[in-house]
């Protein structure tokens, strides 16, 4: 038993009443041939969970850490990677995901911090051993020392891109050390907060040099993990060049990258860019892009991004339709990149929000399940897209006809009844197996 | 003198108080070596301008058109042409768009259809001739008629992307018979109302086929004018495929199509999507596929389409910054794509409204110029960027680095000290010139 | 059975696949001591179910209507008359609410419009008889007409406040001969489309002196059911009067009409004001105003008002912890001001619409009633607040201090150690239920 | 000459190209009739200025502040006291603006940080005789340290009522010491993260007992000065009580406070809540209730406070022409609620950015006295509500017609032709002295 999380969260079913127990998780449990936890592959997140203090815009940290001294130290790094796996091990998540420098501080050099990053590892390290945790995936802090003020990669100062280099190098070693299986690129501050005493096009690419630094960096060490990319279209900045899914398509499209790199899809992200996760998710999986979730959910009232924990039955159920329809992940995670409200400040609060999302997801997948079981769903689209399946449509989609050739079937065809699209027969539909 | 609109507007300089005056487009003043007709390219679109009634989806049109017979007849419609004529020249507008049927009527099929258009489009080149007008672009309506209620070249139903075929086919054969620069492409219905019935992936292969037949029958019929897609992101479905200027490239790129479609991009359309207007300019600038702009305004705290008509200073020269920077358009101009509110309902309305965001375009050329004469802005970012020009940035640029390399020199080059990036300045240098 | 809605839908369970049947509503089912029927009080509308036609700002309209022969005629109105009650008995729906302009056409003089009216409403007094059905409320329609383009109450024009007056008084007299519970009040056109050629301080006062004629009338013929004012935002002007729950109770109290209107509260104006529908209910309730609800919700992700039926059980759940928690509605219901999508325009997607809408509101019946016996929800918050039932607290709230004694206490008190918000823990009971 | 601000701006006219010259701004230059420092009565605030650091949610304090040692002492604390002085005198700026907690540290005991408060006060009395720079307002920090985590007089817990009715006691008494002509209230954690937790009639009422403890104490005292209100609808929590102007007024009303307070309103946080910052001034004005103004702006593509210096000349003009139209400020002012973007970390950045905002106002009130003077916009105004000086509308206006009388005068007065609003003549009308 954990010293500060002492309840330990286990599966009792739907009709337990206890806060610290899954009514739905249920680890080795199948669902559509395959585990709960295999399909699932729950992360925990090091920054909001170990690091964030509860800090707004408007006032200092609440959160309560008993175990964290609130020093710099190193000792206290490795005291803290102790807490977390506690942690993970009282809420049974089996991955987690790290910034370089939520795991250890920000030393007077790079050589120190480095020399910083490898002592807490190693305790990382052990911990994973002593635990059985895997890592998901790595990645690098560039935006929050006032040196990436101007951006990383993107900087106007090429000192800058050298140093972010420097570090995701090192961050990228250590997810390949700790047997990763993916590292991830958000760019906070890639982007700009006035085209007034910006250049777009030589940031941009930029950028893309970066990232094709790192696809050499990852073969020159044997990094055999997935890189992300990971979209979101303003806040810091007034605008960031990976605003949304398709920015980021074109982006990798428009600099060759698209083969090296998938996206990681934040939910609230895609509300912040106007679009639903499952728009996102579908973009993505289209375009063979869809690599990994950051599982959380905004606030669509609120224009920042609330982080909140993914409790939402419909957002979970849109999410593993989406993944059950493209055979599940592969190397990519639902990481809860989620954090508390600054008000829920003991430890304990940590266990209620993520056993929460768990369960949430566990009836999205169980939910998705019995959809697509129950077939009528697809069925329908199937059948509302026949014509293209033979006939008029299949000509068309195999490329045998012309606007001249159409022309004259257009003017024989008489007019056109269309079927209904029959929406609000669907989510009816959906509410039957919420 | 027209009969319909009494007021002829003539440039009467800055002090005038006419409101039916210019106080500052002087078509023929040279601005930045060209006079200001050939920067600015102004045309006035058919739909709003003869058609918009002011209905709204809370009530009827208001708009007194006393030239309107109110019916379908094509004798009605000819009339219109040549009202539209006279509004034109009353305005010193010297070009013009057109949808295929806000110019003639829909029919009871497909053939009357074009056979109206035709008589129709007879008028239009007697005005043209008569007038000196020219055609800026041309494009189909696909989205008005409830066969297009699942979308036109993405619809589920096959015979509703032959009709969209046949009717782009004659739209833009008339576009091409007019002399036109141009033909747009705007997907009104091509997305979704709802993900739960939608096959997006089919939908997005149907639309680059479409695009693909539009190609080629532009050169099957030596159609030499510039394609081009328009951006929107919402309305009338939940999401257009086309959704913003990025969303437009990555599929354009997908489908291999970059190299036969610019952009025409929209500040209202902009704005919906979460971006500036000048966002999207300089996008698709970069991309070498800005090709026109509907030039009108949003209210950014309103979620739809106002279409109002664009006075604002600042974004009139931010428009002519970035057309400055790239040599001014070629085949593209500044198309009113705008709407009188639907209490301006008096014919001098649509003068007032056309002449005064004339003037503020003509004002926004003016300032552009200024700024760029002053040279102070450009000259600030070009310093700004400097460190890429030579040394470590020229390095990385040539492609001389890697991770490994700029690991070395991140760790001797010491602390880096960033310089302002002076934002407020040089929002200060704007005002000086507006 | 119905000629034109064959499929009557009845309670099959929570089982059935008939997408024809309730799953959950059972009118006679007794939850939390009354009839559901009784706590939910169904309404649908005659606008969006016999008028709505699919028309949208792009395109023209696509509803299936075979009863409808497109005409203005009173004959035809009558006709649609006897549908919509086939269509009331068909979904199990007891209530209706209707527009003066739904029932019957606006004809060339106002004593003419009266006298269609009349013979409509004979119409629907017969099968209200024949069915049983009652009316929820009644109201004017002024906004669609062009004469109200700036506005009826708060037009410029006052001719147009004195026809808005005659067609108030006439509506609420109907309203009351067919034994309607309340009468609304919708400002759609009561606002501006820019300040600058609006009074607004004269508006509102035109607004409150209408409101007040309509007390009287109210009066004067006897009516005793209850007057409601609807907030709405935005859409179709710029700015309404009403544009949330607490500018109308500003309204209401700054000219002393608190007493006499209630708020008809609307899902999808809510989230287009900014605010969760739940918040306005509380505001209303607290203020002791909660009068009716118009059960839709909207698509936060899109900026207008999109009337979607309401299936989110999150939002049906709020509504219903809501009305339990003031002992449920008095005169009012849930009112379906909800429209079919566009592409749903056969017969059966209004079936479907509505009966998923009131499955959905069966089971946020359900749930809520489940949360409320399970007593740990309610328990929380009361003892959150424990601090204010006596001691300091209690003192404050009687009002037995001043800044100087809290100051006197709070020196003395030393450091306060808050509770945790439990916010995460809250939103998984919810989802216990759910 | 500062030694930290060695550029002193004065006035060199709108030729000059000195980035540290007003173009605009001439203090003692007399505009409608009274100088423009007295027009506009800017203030600097202390909390931006001095204490901001530059982090956001993503990244460290970027802000180059050499006077400042970075520690809580009290002798900091006066050190910086003595740079902001030098700072007014750099930018001509005659007042400021404080919260209590920027002056001065918050110590381990309430009675600690009133002493250290009492401290500082003594440096900024003797720099305020110094200068002669006058206090516009003072308030209470009662957001940012974690025992308002819940709220300040809203929290769930007495006892921090009592902490900040003790803080609002001493900041008041400072303010009045100080001479200062007003106090403001801002509720920014006065609010709730999620209902569920919440009992929000009990919180209001206890905002409206603490409001109403500090007019009582105001009278105690002796202070004169002006109590305000500031509206803000969301950030940092979900929803804060007083979200808008009407919001506030409504509440104001409920509790019997409209006689004791005035809004202070904020164009960021009017945009925030959907509304025009001219239209929150005209809702205050036409409730005499226009106290003072936060001056900066939004960017309306962003959902988050940016704070940003107000330089757009419309939001100068609008604001301007309501306070020329309300005969000015009494007791408030313009004060520059507003931040140098993160990047903009020099201390030479502040003056851009202020002395651009004032000749930005400057140049506001220059525009609109000239409209004032011009008669053109008010005329329209006043002509297009001439139907309600007389005949029907002022019989109306004088109470003398009920909805019986008007439907006979409706019945008898023919169709109504209705006069265009001309919102395109009266956008160009502005743009003619812009």
């Given at each position: 038993?954990?010293?500060?999380?002492?309840?330990?969260?286990?599966?009792?079913?739907?009709?337990?009443?206890?806060?610290?127990?899954?009514?739905?998780?249920?680890?080795?449990a199948?669902?559509?041939?395959?585990a709960m936890?295999?399909?699932?592959?729950?992360?925990?997140?090091?920054?909001?969970?170990?690091?964030?203090?509860g800090?707004?815009?408007?006032?200092?940290?609440?959160?309560?850490?008993?175990?964290?001294d609130?020093s710099?130290?190193?000792?206290?790094?490795?005291?803290?990677?102790?807490?977390?796996?506690?942690?993970?091990?009282?809420?049974?998540?089996?991955?987690?995901?790290?910034h370089?420098?939520?795991?250890?501080?920000?030393?007077?050099?790079?050589?120190?911090?480095?020399?910083?990053?490898?002592r807490v590892?190693?305790?990382?390290?052990?911990?994973?051993?002593?635990?059985?945790?895997?890592?998901?995936?790595g990645?690098?802090?560039?935006?929050?020392?006032?040196?990436?003020?101007?951006?990383?990669?993107?900087?106007?100062?090429?000192?800058?891109f050298?140093?972010?280099?420097?570090?995701?190098?090192?961050?990228?070693?250590?997810?390949h050390?700790l047997?990763?299986?993916?590292?991830?690129?958000?760019?906070?501050?890639e982007?700009?907060?006035?085209?007034?005493n910006?250049d777009?096009?030589r940031?941009?690419e930029?950028?893309?040099?970066?990232?094709?630094?790192?696809?050499?960096?990852?073969r020159?060490?044997?990094?055999?993990?997935?890189?992300?990319?990971?979209?979101?279209?303003c806040?810091?900045t007034?605008?960031?060049y990976?605003s949304?899914?398709?920015?980021?398509l074109?982006?990798?499209?428009e600099?060759?990258?698209?083969?090296?790199?998938?996206?990681?899809?934040?939910?609230?992200h895609?509300?912040?860019?106007?679009?639903?996760?499952?728009?996102?998710?579908?973009v993505?999986?289209?375009?063979?892009?869809?690599?990994?979730i950051?599982?959380?959910?905004?606030d669509?009232?609120?224009?920042?991004?609330?982080?909140?924990?993914?409790?939402?039955?419909?957002?979970?159920?849109?999410?593993?339709?989406?993944?059950?329809?493209?055979?599940?992940?592969t190397?990519?995670?639902?990481?809860f990149?989620?954090?508390?409200r600054?008000?829920?400040?003991?430890?304990e609060?940590?266990?209620?929000?993520?056993?929460?999302?768990?369960?949430?997801?566990a009836?999205?997948?169980?939910?998705?399940?019995?959809?697509?079981?129950?077939?009528?769903?697809?069925?329908?689209?199937?059948?509302?897209?026949r014509?293209?399946?033979?006939?008029?449509g299949?000509a068309?989609?195999?490329?045998?006809?012309?606007?001249?050739?159409?022309?004259?079937?257009?003017?024989?065809?008489?007019?056109i009844?269309?079927?209904?699209?029959?929406?609000e027969?669907?989510e009816?539909?959906l509410?039957?197996y919420?």
């Amino acid at each position: 038993m954990s010293k500060w999380f002492p309840n330990t969260v286990r599966f009792e079913g739907p009709s337990s009443r206890n806060p610290f127990a899954f009514k739905h998780y249920d680890a080795d449990a199948v669902v559509a041939g395959k585990a709960m936890r295999d399909h699932l592959r729950f992360a925990a997140c090091y920054w909001h969970t170990m690091r964030g203090s509860g800090a707004d815009p408007f006032g200092a940290g609440t959160m309560r850490t008993p175990w964290d001294d609130g020093s710099d130290s190193v000792e206290n790094a490795q005291q803290r990677v102790g807490v977390f796996f506690e942690f993970l091990g009282a809420c049974g998540i089996e991955k987690f995901c790290f910034h370089d420098r939520d795991l250890s501080p920000e030393c007077a050099t790079l050589a120190e911090s480095e020399a910083a990053l490898d002592r807490v590892v190693t305790t990382v390290r052990a911990e994973m051993e002593r635990t059985g945790a895997k890592l998901l995936w790595g990645t690098a802090n560039l935006f929050s020392h006032p040196r990436y003020a101007h951006g990383a990669a993107t900087s106007c100062d090429p000192r800058v891109f050298a140093h972010a280099a420097a570090q995701v190098r090192r961050a990228m070693e250590v997810t390949h050390e700790l047997g990763g299986e993916g590292y991830v690129f958000w760019g906070g501050r890639e982007g700009y907060q006035t085209l007034l005493n910006t250049d777009m096009r030589r940031e941009r690419e930029h950028l893309a040099r970066f990232l094709h630094m790192a696809v050499g960096h990852k073969r020159a060490i044997g990094f055999t993990g997935q890189l992300y990319i990971e979209p979101k279209p303003c806040e810091p900045t007034k605008h960031q060049y990976d605003s949304d899914a398709e920015s980021c398509l074109n982006f990798l499209r428009e600099f060759d990258l698209l083969g090296d790199l998938k996206l990681n899809l934040e939910a609230n992200h895609a509300t912040l860019a106007g679009h639903e996760l499952m728009h996102e998710l579908i973009v993505a999986r289209d375009a063979g892009a869809l690599g990994s979730i950051d599982a959380n959910r905004g606030d669509t009232l609120l224009g920042w991004d609330t982080d909140q924990f993914p409790t939402d039955l419909y957002l979970t159920t849109q999410v593993m339709l989406v993944l059950l329809s493209m055979g599940g992940f592969t190397t990519g995670g639902l990481n809860f990149d989620a954090k508390r409200r600054r008000e829920s400040f003991d430890a304990e609060d940590l266990i209620h929000a993520h056993a929460g999302a768990m369960d949430a997801f566990a009836r999205g997948l169980k939910i998705a399940a019995a959809i697509i079981d129950d077939g009528r769903l697809a069925d329908f689209v199937r059948t509302r897209y026949r014509g293209w399946d033979e006939g008029l449509g299949g000509a068309i989609e195999r490329g045998e006809h012309s606007f001249t050739s159409l022309d004259a079937i257009a003017k024989s065809q008489g007019a056109i009844e269309l079927e209904s699209g029959r929406q609000e027969r669907l989510e009816n539909l959906l509410n039957e197996y919420i």
